[in-house]
């Protein structure tokens, strides 16, 4: 009799385990309700998404990239003063290997704190009080293998991850709930609202760099040196073009954090009190911004590197191109968010759709809450209630893959219900 006990007790908790393992969550990744994700066995309410794309849902294929030639974005070299680059075996858009090393992520909810480009964080217990560390841990991701062994991006899935992280999809990135430490003392009626995110990169090396014209191979990523020639682009993409040495001084380096302030009137990063699971998407315009850049070494010899396109920041040739990597941070809450499709759409390769909150005005100088290129009919899934403007923006002032130039908008609302509906709105884009 003990035995059959035992036998039961064992079959029993086959049977739990069994369920564990095959559950899945309603959280649509793009396949509805068919895709597991792992994360939610060991965190009952948060999933995090780390996107690399300007676009929330589907963003340009490689072979759309810079109006249809495939080609990486090349820096001005008449009127930008870069020095005469070497642009021999420049590789297309899709062929460029790609490596990242992401030490954290990390969000805020101390508003005041932040002002000015956590210029007010002044020492590591400053930094301690004011973040909120819900993803410690190390993620390494590669479009390729960089060694015959097994190195961390092979490891750790970062092949996958990045196909995930470039494609719309968004990298799932482990992390801890915070409202999980918060619920003891209560998140208030409304929730927590945080107001800042901060993305730390270790590294992201660019498979395409040249020093007086001959290939450099010695660029180190993960312990290793890369196969083929490259360039670590963190340090170029730190300051602004033109900073002073005595400036950096009292300035946060652009990528430590890459940082997403959000204002005060924007509710999209609050975490509601309850149980009902949410999406962190984190996202920053990395695919559609890759441009050759030039500049002068210590030894007066011309480096030629892939980095991010001149944005907002022109580069003239300096050392330093930092300033046009920019993110944006929303919560989602995929059981009551509601979708958006959109038509009118002219399928052109320079244009997008970008939905904004209604009183934002800074239309081409952040990333836009949502977005997707501008299709003949295409759809933004994930929007919460609330007052939004859909904007036509075009690439097509300064042609470097971020649209900077507002062709028409129309202003649409989505109801607290019904739940999950979708809504259409049209908008000819361009005219």
Avoid at 78 to 103: F, Q, R, V, W
Avoid at 420 to 430: D, G, I, Q, S
Wanted: charged share 20%; net charge neutral; hydrophobic share 35%.
């Amino acid at each position: 009799m003990k035995q059959i006990r035992i036998t039961e007790r064992l079959l029993s908790f086959s049977i739990v385990l069994l369920i564990l393992v095959s559950c899945r969550t309603r959280v649509d990744l793009g396949n509805e309700t068919t895709a597991p994700v792992l994360s939610t066995l060991f965190n009952n309410r948060m999933l995090l998404l780390l996107k690399g794309t300007y676009s929330s849902d589907s963003p340009i294929e490689w072979s759309d990239y810079n109006n249809g030639t495939g080609a990486l974005y090349i820096d001005s070299q008449e009127t930008g003063n870069d020095p005469t680059m070497t642009l021999s075996g420049l590789p297309l858009a899709a062929n460029l290997p790609i490596y990242i090393d992401i030490g954290e992520i990390r969000i805020s909810s101390k508003f005041s704190k932040g002002f000015n480009d956590l210029t007010q964080i002044r020492d590591s217990l400053d930094s301690t009080k004011f973040w909120d560390f819900i993803a410690p841990n190390r993620q390494v991701y590669c479009t390729n293998p960089y060694s015959i062994d097994n190195d961390t991006c092979q490891s750790e899935g970062g092949l996958l991850k990045m196909q995930d992280f470039l494609n719309g999809t968004g990298a799932q990135y482990p992390s801890n709930d915070p409202s999980a430490k918060t619920e003891v003392n209560g998140l208030g009626v409304f929730g927590r609202q945080y107001y800042y995110t901060g993305i730390y990169f270790r590294s992201i090396v660019t498979g395409y760099a040249t020093d007086a014209g001959v290939p450099i191979t010695t660029t180190r990523f993960d312990n290793r040196v890369i196969p083929g020639s490259g360039l670590n682009i963190v340090p170029r993409n730190n300051y602004t073009p033109g900073t002073s040495n005595a400036a950096k001084s009292t300035i946060v380096p652009k990528m430590f954090p890459v940082l997403y302030s959000q204002k005060a009137t924007q509710r999209d990063m609050e975490i509601r009190e309850g149980f009902d699971p949410y999406i962190l998407e984190v996202r920053i315009n990395f695919k559609e911004n890759l441009m050759a850049h030039s500049y002068l070494s210590a030894r007066n010899q011309v480096i030629t590197y892939v980095g991010i396109s001149d944005i907002f920041f022109d580069h003239k040739g300096e050392g330093d191109a930092g300033g046009n990597l920019i993110a944006r941070s929303r919560v989602i809450y995929p059981e009551t968010a509601s979708s958006l499709v959109i038509t009118g759409g002219k399928n052109s390769r320079l244009h997008h759709y970008a939905v904004f909150r209604s009183d934002e005005t800074e239309l081409t100088t952040t990333l836009p809450l949502a977005a997707t290129p501008a299709r003949s009919s295409t759809k933004i899934r994930y929007l919460n209630a609330g007052e939004y403007k859909l904007v036509c923006l075009g690439d097509t002032t300064k042609q470097d893959g971020f649209p900077e130039t507002v062709v028409s908008q129309t202003t649409f609302s989505i109801p607290e219900q019904p739940f999950r509906a979708t809504y259409t709105v049209e908008l000819p884009c361009p005219n």
